[in-house]
């Protein structure tokens, strides 16, 4: 039965002003800079594109947006350390996109990779070989840490996570997963099974069974949990870990408890994972977080900045006595646009600034003086952080109450900083600038800070 198309209701707009509409869009995109005409409408058509069409609790959330939402900053381009809106308002980004930017705001590097590669090809044809991927695995293995060898490359971090919860279902029988409070590992129902945060699981429970969680950093319960688990015949299949947790506030690992947790993964036999979504790519001073702490995976998860702030890109890297088990067949686990082309230019090209420039150990160098300064601003405010924290740039204040963090983040906004709060520890800002980030740009950061926080009444 054949369906006449003008009976139909809320017909798809194909008009003449729908047409009008997107040339005029393209036609923005092609410029570097816009009038102040250009500007206001850009502003009035995205507050009110998320509000009818992309999602009004956007405009409660952000910061940047007036009360009644009638007004929000627009961000339009970036370069550097900064960004800038649509009206020319320039900040310094130590949000870093949560942290995807370590290699800088459109480094010309990357930036030249991707076009070069563009200039030939796209994407892969999903059949022929394409030679980047096997180029970038090569180089991954090269180096991670220890006997870490095969990769599989994916779009994000809850990509990689995924693959790697598939890599330990695969690798034995097993079914307990052992995550932590606090943890963060994403939002797809896998990953988000690992992830800690009630407020994120409830909506979508039951998720996946076998995961459990434990304190970060409680060596001994993650030891009678192993016991236990295995007395009742629940062996674990593995531990899933972030080196450093991003998201539950930047929280640094007890001394040992990485290496404690590796012996305990070879005594029991279970995979030790981790996600280093965040740490990895020179976050922390050293390449891989894993490097810090002396632990080698059997299983590491990339993505944010592994793909340079230009291409969405991830990684799954794993010793080959785990990721054989992909060997007979290789369509166990797929993607389509992982590891293409323009994210594997963009993956290589960022791994040769990180080493060319030594980024990770500028990173470890810049990082202990911005947070040894940041302790000095705060110095006789108490009543209003509780702590400052960190290792490299990925550095954390926490507050004793959410509205004090809130005050802080929206008058630094104001002044020209951009820092936000972490999604697990919301009393917790974040400081995670790009590693390129001058010793000057750091030092404004903190005399911002300094003023924002003596202004915050809260």
């Not at 995109?29 to 850009?42: C, D, F, Q, R, Y």
């Not at 994972?273 to 702490?293: C, H, N």
């Not at 630094?412 to 995670?432: H, P, Y």
Request: glycine letters at 10%; proline letters at 5%; a negative charge.
């Amino acid at each position: 039965m054949s369906i006449d198309p003008v009976t139909l209701n809320n017909q798809p707009d194909v008009s003449g002003d729908t047409r009008q509409y997107i040339k005029k869009v393209l036609q923005l995109i092609e410029k570097s800079e816009v009038t102040p005409e250009e500007a206001g409408w850009i502003t009035k058509e995205t507050v009110e594109g998320f509000r009818e069409y992309v999602n009004p609790g956007f405009l409660e959330y952000r910061k940047t947006v007036t009360q009644g939402g009638q007004f929000a900053a627009v961000e339009w381009s970036d370069s550097g350390s900064c960004f800038k809106d649509v009206n020319g308002k320039q900040y310094i980004d130590c949000l870093g996109g949560f942290g995807i930017y370590n290699v800088g705001h459109r480094n010309p590097k990357v930036v030249k990779a991707v076009e070069n590669q563009l200039k030939r090809q796209a994407l892969h044809s999903q059949d022929l070989l394409d030679p980047l991927r096997a180029m970038l695995a090569k180089i991954l293995e090269r180096i991670t840490p220890g006997d870490l060898k095969y990769s599989f490359f994916t779009n994000s971090g809850t990509e990689s996570v995924e693959a790697a919860l598939k890599l330990v279902k695969m690798y034995s029988e097993r079914t307990t997963i052992i995550s932590t409070t606090r943890a963060f590992h994403g939002k797809s129902l896998g990953s988000l099974s690992a992830t800690a945060k009630g407020m994120f699981r409830k909506p979508f429970l039951p998720l996946i069974p076998g995961f459990k969680h434990l304190p970060f950093g409680d060596i001994d319960m993650m030891r009678k949990t192993f016991q236990t688990c295995a007395d009742v015949g629940e062996d674990v299949a593995a531990v899933m870990l972030e080196p450093v947790q991003g998201e539950g506030g930047i929280i640094l690992p007890p001394p040992d408890y990485l290496q404690q947790v590796r012996e305990l993964c070879d005594e029991y036999g279970a995979l030790l994972v981790f996600d280093e979504v965040q740490t990895g790519m020179g976050r922390t001073g050293k390449m891989f977080a894993s490097e810090l702490y002396g632990v080698v995976p059997d299983i590491l998860c990339l993505a944010k900045a592994f793909g340079g702030g230009v291409m969405p890109a991830g990684a799954v890297v794993a010793k080959e006595k785990v990721f054989k088990s992909f060997f007979p067949n290789p369509f166990m686990h797929t993607t389509t646009f992982g590891g293409n082309p323009l994210a594997c230019a963009a993956a290589i090209a960022t791994i040769d600034v990180l080493l060319e420039e030594n980024l990770p150990e500028r990173a470890g160098e810049v990082g202990r003086y911005m947070l040894e300064e940041l302790r000095k601003a705060a110095a006789g405010h108490d009543d209003k952080i509780m702590e400052i924290r960190g290792i490299g740039l990925m550095i954390g204040i926490e507050f004793h109450r959410d509205e004090v963090g809130y005050e802080v983040s929206k008058g630094m906004f104001d002044e020209g900083v951009l820092v936000a709060g972490t999604l697990i520890n919301s009393k917790t800002i974040r400081i995670e600038p790009p590693l390129t980030i001058s010793m000057e740009e750091v030092d404004q950061v903190v005399r911002t800070f300094l003023k924002v926080l003596s202004e915050t009444n809260a």
